[in-house]
């Protein structure tokens, strides 16, 4: 090597040296004159430590914040732009996650964003960290009472022979509390109470006239008699579809009604009259169509149960149907998870659930299930082409093929006869303005007289069309897809994450998860992992709600939040020897229903609280009871001598498919047979039912509120009813 080459080689490496750091020199310089500025003004409120906000699991005041990213994974990959989250979200290309929310940046700002991406995303700030991210530990999750194993009490068995279960355990605590029980209720006062909690209705006066001493046999053959009752079902049923958000109609957007809705609700009242096993109750309804049956009839029945995952509302004009089928899921697997599982699973569809160890995987690993599932079809006919539909199911002998050949006949005669009456009745509607105005007219008169024939021809062609639909109910199916659902980052139907597959909550696994086939929905398997006696929720949960509904109030009074948000049990092992005999009783309710009116407990008379425990969690008195709304007006009825027995079948069967414009017609209906049986449309309620704190329609209620306003007695004052 020449003498000179060596320090030529080092003059070289000199001015690339020099040129890097010139390089570096001013790439720093460009993040901190343009691009910090930027994120400092448009990001950090809603993603920086020193704000204390990291949405979406994202802080922009660091490297190590972009570089590791939030929910969504890494914010840029340096010199890649398409790849880029960030590059993305500002140019508003990710539906929901358009940032910043209040409006788009500016095309300059965008342009600088641009040049700093695909120079490499040079930024200094290395001593920066990313986001604290709070890892859901199962193990610990699994400490909370309400995933602890369900466990009879050997404690009990040491009782005296004459002391019920329940009677030991509230005893127990009362005596630790320095608290004596209250005196049993007086005869008349019990006979009232046990029979509007059985039944909905009070008791025979002549029965309570003719029984002057109510003893042990005497009192257990009357609770007896309300057991075997038709009213039991028909009160018991109402408490079922309080949680099963029951409605004739769909409410939201498009207010249609639910045609066939009345086949679940007698459904639930016969089950219940039958005293059908509350594990198969559970099963029918979450999986009845894939249940294995021996007759047409039991088939159909298994069909109509699954109507429970149907009779939510749904906005069904909604475009986006992608946005739509997650939105239904949603609303299914919060309405499984508070009704059942006594768990707020909806909250964990946008991040992981921020208090109960339920991860998001969990919450999509249900979604999946439900996806593969068949709830939503296109229209069968109406005036708005957008709107979704229902699934139906035949009944009767091959039923499915004769409602499908009919449904496939029949479409496009159901599409101009529903716009044809759709067109009549807004015709009527303007010739009734007009008449208004020009009473004296006989034109008018004649014309108003026209619409209103013309608009009787469109319902009566819309009847025959109806009257010859075979007879179907509302039903899933499996889907013709089967399918994992990915994690949707922040709920928004178009930001996918990983694929998670089809399974059940890991923190209620016992100890490992069912397996979910390939090539079914998967719903089988959830209704088994439901009913399973290892499942420390379900026997807990409804065995909960019984006691509330006799009680006033739950062992847990949060009855549809057994989460660490909602309240622990008042008898912890009460609860759980109660759950465990219930399970070993083959899920018997009449049985557990039976106990608790039998304990002295629950005989105990109303008075006034003890100071040191004044809300009565020990259960030293019975708590008062008020009737409900349906208790109210089923009553007046049957003291007026006019309650009608049996269900009304056919009470929204005149209002044609795809229309709701005249549900309000059906607030005053003049049936008198039971509440339970009145239709139930949604945002149009009776009078008696919206002041009397009935149950909400849209959403799971275990427990109704309870208020006390002035209309409530102008309503005895002034109703005609």
């Known amino acids: ?11 070289l490496f000199i001015v690339i040296a020099w040129q890097v750091s010139s390089a570096r020199c001013d790439e720093t310089d460009f993040f901190r004159e343009y691009i910090e500025p930027l994120l400092k003004t448009n990001c950090y409120d809603c993603h920086s430590h020193e704000a204390g906000e990291a949405s979406g699991g994202l802080v922009l005041d660091s490297k190590a914040g972009w570089s590791v990213g939030g929910d969504s994974g890494p914010t840029i990959v340096p010199g890649a732009l398409d790849k880029s989250l960030l590059w993305q979200v500002v140019n508003y290309k990710r539906p929901g996650l358009e940032m ?23 930024d200094p700030r290395e001593d920066g960290r990313a986001a604290e991210r709070k890892q859901i530990d199962l193990e610990v999750g699994r400490q909370w009472w309400a995933f602890q194993p369900i466990m009879a009490s050997s404690v009990a068995d040491q009782r005296p022979q004459a002391v019920s279960r329940i009677d030991w355990f509230i005893g127990q605590r009362l005596q630790a509390a320095g608290l004596k029980s209250e005196v049993q209720a007086d005869r008349q006062t019990l006979l009232r109470r046990v029979s509007y909690d059985l039944t909905g209705l009070p008791p025979n006066p002549k029965w309570v006239a003719s029984t002057e001493r109510l003893d042990e046999h005497a009192y257990a053959s009357y609770v007896d008699s309300l ?48 005293n059908m096993p509350i594990d198969e109750f559970i099963r029918k309804q979450i999986a009845g169509d894939l249940l294995p049956f021996e007759s047409d009839a039991e088939r159909d029945e298994n069909f109509i149960a699954t109507g429970y995952l149907l009779l939510g509302s749904k906005v069904l004009g909604t475009f986006d149907k992608e946005q739509l089928t997650l939105d239904v899921i949603d609303e299914q697997v919060d309405t499984i998870g508070k009704s059942l599982l006594g768990m707020t699973l909806g909250c964990a569809r946008c991040h992981d659930h921020k208090f109960d160890p339920l991860p998001q995987a969990d919450y999509y690993a249900l979604a999946g299930i439900l996806a593969s599932t068949s709830t939503l079809v296109d229209r069968i006919g109406g005036p708005k082409d957008d709107e979704s539909d229902w699934e139906r199911r ?38 009734r303005a007009k008449q208004q105005s020009h009473e004296d007219d006989a034109d008018q008169v004649e014309a108003l007289r026209a ?49 998670v597959p089809r399974g059940f909550l890991q923190v209620a696994s016992f100890p490992e998860q069912p397996t979910v086939p390939q090539s079914q929905s998967g719903r089988l398997e959830l209704a088994e992992w439901i009913t399973s006696p290892r499942n420390p929720l379900t026997a807990r949960v409804f065995v909960n709600r019984v006691w509330k509904h006799l009680f006033r109030e739950g062992l847990v009074r949060s009855v549809d939040n057994f989460g660490t948000t909602g309240e622990e049990p008042s008898h912890p092992e009460l609860l759980d020897d109660l759950a465990a005999r219930f399970i070993a009783s083959g899920w018997d309710l009449k049985q557990l229903v039976r106990e608790m009116v039998l304990s002295e407990t629950y005989r105990r008379a109303v008075s006034t609280a003890d100071p040191k425990d004044p809300e009565n969690r020990l259960l030293a008195q019975q708590n008062r009871r008020r009737l409900e ?14 309650l009608e027995d049996g269900p009304n079948e056919y009470v929204l069967e005149s209002l044609p498919i795809g229309d ?14 039971r509440t339970v049986y009145q239709p ?24 109704r509120p309870r208020t006390v306003v002035a209309p409530q007695s102008l309503y005895f004052l002034n109703s005609e009813f």
């Open 1 to 11: 090597m020449a003498p000179s080459q060596p320090i030529q080689l080092l003059t």
């Open 100 to 122: 910043p929310p209040d409006g788009k940046l500016a095309d300059s700002d965008l342009a600088l964003i641009q040049k700093w991406i695909e120079s490499g995303a040079m």
């Open 227 to 274: 057991l075997a009752s038709t009213a039991f079902g028909e009160k018991w049923g109402r408490h079922w579809l309080d949680i099963a958000r029951y409605a004739d109609s769909n409410g939201s957007s498009f207010n249609v009604p639910f045609h066939n809705a009345w086949r679940y609700r007698n459904w639930v009242i016969d089950a219940f009259n039958r």
């Open 394 to 431: 035949g009944l009767g002998p091959a039923g499915d093929e004769r409602l499908q050949a009919f449904l496939k006949e029949h479409r496009y005669d159901w599409v101009k006869a529903v716009a044809k009456r759709f067109e009549a009745k807004k015709e009527l509607d303007n010739q």
């Open 451 to 499: 619409a209103e024939a013309k608009l009787q021809a469109a319902e009566d062609s819309l009847q025959s069309l109806l009257a010859d639909m075979p007879p179907h109910a509302m039903a899933v199916r499996e889907s013709a897809v089967v399918r994992d659902l990915e994690i949707r980052i922040r709920g928004v139907a178009a930001s996918k994450g990983d694929l």
């Open 629 to 642: 709304a349906e208790e109210i007006r089923d009553t007046l009825l049957m003291l007026s001598e006019s």
């Open 660 to 673: 709701a414009s005249n549900l309000g017609e059906y607030l005053n209906i003049r049936d008198n047979r």
């Open 680 to 703: 139930v449309i949604r945002t149009l309620e009776p009078h008696v039912l919206q002041l009397f704190d009935a149950a909400s329609n849209t959403m799971v209620t275990g427990a």
